[in-house]
């Protein structure tokens, strides 16, 4: 029996993609686990697995189509002994969502009501219906000696898969079969961008000025999405300090000496990053998300590091910080970010954390104020270090190198004194780094 293969949700926020490039053609054999196609999510190129084997029958989606929709027919698997001439109902190729996407939404309507229902359970031996199962999956069975007529398929329409047969002991139907799944309800988008004239009215302002359209994809979508959301529904607070790294760059240059036969060189963000995950562990109740209807405290530190990409931005996940030591926070941070910018991270490598840093100290920028990035309960922006004149501890005046950091805090999540205990931390920490090797 031929089965459709779907456009997956490789993100819990993925609502559509772009299938960027067919790795197999029509006619090909595959197995579990060969790689399909690769599909552009609104964050990552990602690299799209087959979960069963058969024979590439048809190709439904052409290479390069933007806006395919999660869960529409990508492809046509036929199983063994079927040839293309098999496919009967193989939906029509899938137009650009464009124009046209209003009317096919609508013509899809009743389709989609009938494909909500259930898959009907595989019959039994005795009823004569035949029982759909993948060759794999009868190969497994046969092998084990399970009965395939005491299995419920979790694939398309009911099929009996590799998963489903693989816990399953000789001569009985598993204990409990496998609950077909739905691929992960994206999150609910933010609103559209409110409060500013239409398109229309925008491009009219403009008529007679030479300019350029650029096209919105997914990943800027998403950040214009979010942190709109976030300014209108989080109410941010802002706390600054001044840091003093004098004491922590003559550190870093003793221990870049030392690390350099190594090949390790370690970065002030890399110990900005350590100086927060152990402040989070030093304040637990700032280690916090805001979870909608409740508050939850993580025990370990998972903190983000903003990256900039071309178009736009990710927030790579370093997770147990505190645990690590520097040369280890550096390694990975360097491969996270190289990663990001080749837009190879996977969705749990970018998601989740419970406070960000945002650097733009390299580039010049003396302070900012950061967005956070919900559900974060804060974000720390970090600017430039630079040398100014400071008053000495018996009040002479002396030259230091200091650096402004800004924490954005969510208010529902943390209050002002907590915030303020938090952002000390991290400069206490900063402005003795030995300690945060002890």
Do not use: C, H, W
């Given at each position: 029996m031929?089965?459709?293969?779907?456009?997956?949700?490789?993100?819990?926020?993925?609502?559509e993609g772009t299938l960027a490039k067919w790795l197999v053609k029509e006619g090909d054999t595959v197995s579990a686990g060969d790689l399909l196609a690769e599909i552009e999510t609104d964050k990552a190129t990602m690299e799209f697995e087959a979960v069963d084997e058969g024979v590439v029958g048809k190709l439904l989606v052409a290479e390069g189509t933007e806006g395919v929709k999660v869960n529409t027919p990508i492809a046509v698997m036929l199983d063994e002994g079927e040839s293309a001439s098999d496919i009967s109902s193989a939906p029509?190729?899938?137009?650009?969502?464009?124009?046209?996407?209003?009317?096919?939404?609508a013509e899809a309507a009743p389709q989609s009501a009938t494909a909500a229902k259930p898959a009907p359970a595989a019959?039994?031996?005795?009823?004569?219906?035949?029982?759909?199962?993948?060759?794999?999956?009868?190969?497994?069975?046969?092998?084990?000696?399970i009965d395939l007529a005491g299995i419920t398929g979790s694939g398309p329409h009911g099929r009996i898969v590799k998963a489903d047969v693989e816990g399953a002991k000789a001569g009985t139907a598993p204990a409990a079969a496998a609950t077909e799944t739905a691929a992960p309800k994206p999150a609910a988008p933010?609103?559209?961008?409110?409060?500013?004239?239409?398109?229309?009215?925008?491009?009219?302002?403009?008529?007679?000025?030479?300019?350029?359209?650029?096209?919105?994809?997914?990943?800027?979508?998403?950040?214009?999405?979010?942190?709109?959301?976030a300014k209108q529904t989080v109410p941010h607070f802002y706390?600054?300090?001044?840091?003093?790294?004098?004491?922590?760059?003559?550190?870093?240059a003793e221990l870049n000496k030392q690390l350099e036969p190594r090949g390790v060189k370690l970065s002030v963000n890399d110990f900005i990053i350590k100086a927060c995950a152990l402040a989070l562990q030093a304040v637990p109740d700032a280690n916090a998300v805001w979870a909608g209807d409740k508050v939850l405290r993580l025990k370990p530190s998972d903190v983000a590091v903003a990256v900039a990409i071309e178009g736009g931005l990710f927030t790579p996940v370093l997770k147990d910080a505190e645990m690590k030591s520097l040369s280890a926070l550096s390694a990975e941070m360097k491969d996270l970010a190289k990663r990001a910018r080749d837009r190879k991270l996977a969705p749990q490598e970018y998601q989740?954390?419970?406070?960000?840093?945002?650097?733009?100290?390299?580039?010049g920028i003396e302070n900012f104020d950061a967005v956070i990035n919900p559900p974060h309960g804060a974000i720390l922006a970090v600017g430039a270090g630079l040398k100014k004149p400071v008053v000495g501890k018996d009040g002479e005046l002396t030259v230091a190198t200091v650096m402004s950091v800004t924490l954005s805090v969510d208010h529902r999540v943390i209050d002002g004194a907590l915030g303020a205990e938090l952002l000390t931390q991290i400069v206490e920490n900063l402005e003795n780094p030995m300690v945060m090797l002890a």
């Open positions: 031929a089965t459709e293969i779907l456009m997956p949700a490789l993100s819990p926020t993925m609502e029509a190729k899938a137009e650009a969502p464009a124009a046209k996407q209003a009317e096919a939404e019959p039994k031996s005795g009823d004569g219906a035949r029982i759909f199962a993948s060759p794999l999956a009868r190969r497994i069975a046969a092998d084990k000696g933010a609103a559209a961008v409110a409060a500013g004239p239409s398109s229309d009215a925008v491009v009219a302002m403009y008529q007679g000025r030479a300019y350029e359209e650029v096209k919105l994809d997914g990943m800027r979508k998403t950040i214009a999405a979010r942190l709109t959301e706390l600054r300090r001044e840091i003093r790294l004098d004491a922590l760059m003559k550190f870093r989740g954390g419970t406070f960000a840093i945002s650097n733009l100290g390299m580039f």
